[in-house]
């Protein structure tokens, strides 16, 4: 592939409907402005709209050529503003394959090619046929399989296999399918986007018999139930909402693993296909989201540099759900190289205090004064007591742990997160006192990895500041090789790692 | 556990310091002034103004004349062959570890008040942080970008 090449013409037309989604409240504007003028017909805006766009969508896909050239993939793209992007191999983080509705029709892909830094996101090609994805993929990834950059002369070695052997396939069950689409945290997302569609839509309602109608079939007319049945179908709308999405998107769920790489695939309508090198891999992270933790579910995410989402964030779900007890040999399959049980330690009875005041007040203060202005009723009261019982919670959550290249730092938000990272992937480590941490002789520490435009971070607070310390020794290249010895006595700090049997 | 040479910033950040506190932190005082254009100065509200005034120019005067010191006093970084080291903070204390094969680049920057002291402040941007050594003399910041650049070369490892 020496010559420039152009995608596929479908490209013009999948662009122009990136162009509606990401202008979409520009255009709503336009619209009502042109839905407010008479002497212009209301169609004429939208179709003079969508074949200004259309035009720009083939102007974009005749201005953007690829090609590979050695070891680089070369994109130029821009209308009147040529940009020229040069993507060596051996920086390329992730290759992720995504073939929406549009171009299943056609039997095309996308191919997203991610390095570190956010200019990765010009880096899509938005349509070509598979045959062709497959090349680049398999042209770009001789190099990424190669455990590091630098000996980039082996690459070119005749017995080097063109398809690397899938070594795993693990899928994901329907009833672990059924449960993370059921218990699935985008559930209040789902709900605020009901609510704002329905605060759109209730004047229409509230002007038209129906609602009328709706109010003669209620037969109570108190307020009262009137919100409470509002507040039920809204709920169950909006679970319904997520069930689905999520079913859509986890739905033939599909992990291989390769020698160099993990591949990760998943959606139904809109099928996304997901490489990750393992070299590339930052930290993985578990969490226990509040509704999945009672039932013993968790959800394992993967942090690479350079994952750059329209979030900007840099992880990837490598399963979506899975019991506590299995997390392990999941583990042991898919990433050997990260030990697995570490014992930890806690933080010290002192700090625990701290934990519950810190959920505790903030929460009491806006209670007291919501129920002191509102009148509100008394079981409000019951939101400060549930704030105890989550700093506890929290508290009993928090611990660190280290082994010989890795660190584990567990804590709580609202769902808990485990993580564990390579000593040799930590961007930074950092260690504060706060004045009243440090009368009590308390320490937090804040560990960033890379992981899309910024980084993430990973906190556990009030540890002993001798941990601490030991902590931040851990992360010197030169430092203590072997684990430090755990302090002798207070046994009861001591846990083991990550606990999830 | 040999811990590295730990170096201070050039004293004569305190004065930069104070300068920029001097100005940013009259910003302050429009706070009283707003709720005295509103709700006047009569009775109550006299008390209100001046109270908050006062406290203001209290924390105002410490900000300019105590602080700047303190936070020279607390600043402290060490470089070396595998990580950099920065201590800061006076009420809440932080320490930071950066490995040097994270070190993705270093600037030194000045801004015309930091010109006009003949200071400069190092940047260091790791793949998901940026830190920075505030107020070094430039000659110094120079030496210390190269230093850090030379280490970061030769602890190269890919991200």
Do not use: C
């Amino acid at each position: 592939m020496s010559e420039f090449e152009r995608q596929h013409p479908v490209a013009s037309v999948s662009r122009a409907l990136s162009l509606i989604r990401g202008n979409f409240i520009t255009i709503l504007i336009f619209l009502f402005v042109g839905a407010q003028s008479d002497n212009f017909p209301f169609l004429w805006w939208i179709g003079g709209g969508f074949g200004f766009l259309l035009i720009l969508g083939v102007a974009n896909w005749w201005r953007f050529l690829y090609k590979i050239e050695g070891d680089t993939l070369h994109i130029k793209s821009g209308i009147f503003v040529r940009k020229d992007l040069y993507l060596t191999k051996d920086r390329i983080q992730v290759i992720d394959v995504t073939s929406g509705i549009l171009q299943r029709l056609f039997g095309l892909v996308r191919l997203d090619i991610q390095t570190a830094g956010s200019s990765s996101r010009q880096a899509a090609i938005e349509a070509i046929t598979r045959d062709k994805a497959a090349e680049i993929n398999r042209m770009l990834r001789e190099l990424t399989n190669s455990p590091t950059g630098p000996d980039s002369d082996e690459e070119f070695r005749d017995d080097s296999p063109a398809e690397p052997e899938v070594v795993k396939t693990i899928k994901l069950p329907l009833k672990e399918l059924l449960v993370a689409a059921s218990t699935s945290g985008s559930f209040g997302i789902a709900l605020s986007v009901i609510a704002t569609v329905f605060s759109q839509i209730e004047p229409l309602i509230s002007e038209s018999e129906l609602f009328e109608y709706l109010f003669g079939l209620i037969p109570s007319q108190t307020d009262t139930v009137m919100i409470i049945t509002v507040v039920v179908v809204f709920v169950v709308f909006a679970w319904l909402l997520s069930f689905f999405s999520t079913l859509l998107t986890y739905g033939n769920f599909q992990l291989d693993v390769k020698e160099k790489e993990v591949v990760v695939s998943r959606g139904i309508f809109e099928k996304k296909r997901i490489t990750v090198p393992f070299n590339r891999i930052q930290a993985i992270h578990v969490t226990e989201g509040i509704i999945r933790q009672p039932l013993g579910f968790a959800t394992i995410h993967i942090e690479s540099a350079g994952y750059g989402d329209d979030k900007g964030t840099g992880s990837i779900v490598l399963y979506p759900l899975i019991h506590k007890s299995k997390i392990l040999n999941l583990l042991q399959e898919v990433l050997p190289d990260y030990p697995k049980e570490l014992e930890g330690i806690r933080p010290p009875a002192r700090a625990a205090r701290r934990y519950i005041f810190r959920s505790a007040f903030p929460v009491t203060v806006i209670t007291g004064f919501l129920y002191w202005q509102l009148d509100l009723n008394i079981w409000i009261w019951l939101l400060p007591v549930i704030s105890l019982f989550w700093g506890w919670q929290k508290y009993k959550d928090a611990a660190i742990g280290w082994g010989d290249d890795i660190l584990l730092l567990r804590s709580r938000r609202l769902s808990k997160s485990t993580a564990y990272i390579k000593k040799k992937r930590v961007q930074d480590a950092s260690m504060q006192q706060s004045p009243f941490q440090t009368i009590r002789n308390l320490a937090s520490v804040q560990i960033f990895v890379a992981s899309g435009d910024r980084g993430k971070s990973f906190q556990v607070s009030d540890l002993e500041r001798e941990d601490g310390d030991t902590m931040l020794r851990q992360v010197r290249k030169n430092g203590v090789k072997t684990p430090d010895h755990l302090p002798e006595e207070p046994h009861q700090r001591r846990v083991l790692l990550p606990g999830w049997i | 556990m040999n811990e590295p040479a730990f170096h201070k910033i050039t004293p004569r950040t305190i004065r930069v310091w104070q300068i920029g506190n001097f100005i940013s932190n009259l910003f302050f005082f429009a706070l009283p002034a707003a709720y005295a254009a509103v709700f006047g100065m009569n009775g109550f509200h006299f008390w209100v103004v001046t109270g908050v005034t006062s406290v203001i120019f209290i924390l105002w005067m410490l900000s300019i004349f105590l602080m700047p010191y303190l936070a020279w006093k607390h600043w402290r970084y060490a470089i070396n062959e595998k990580e950099i080291d920065l201590k800061r903070g006076v009420l809440f204390k932080t320490r930071t570890l950066i490995p040097l094969s994270r070190v993705q680049h270093v600037d030194t920057r000045q801004g015309p008040l930091l010109r006009w002291y003949n200071l400069s402040t190092v940047t260091i941007s790791t793949a998901a942080t940026t830190h920075e050594i505030p107020g070094l003399d430039t000659q110094i910041a120079g030496r210390v970008r190269r230093q850090i650049s030379t280490y970061a070369r030769l602890a190269e490892e890919d991200v």
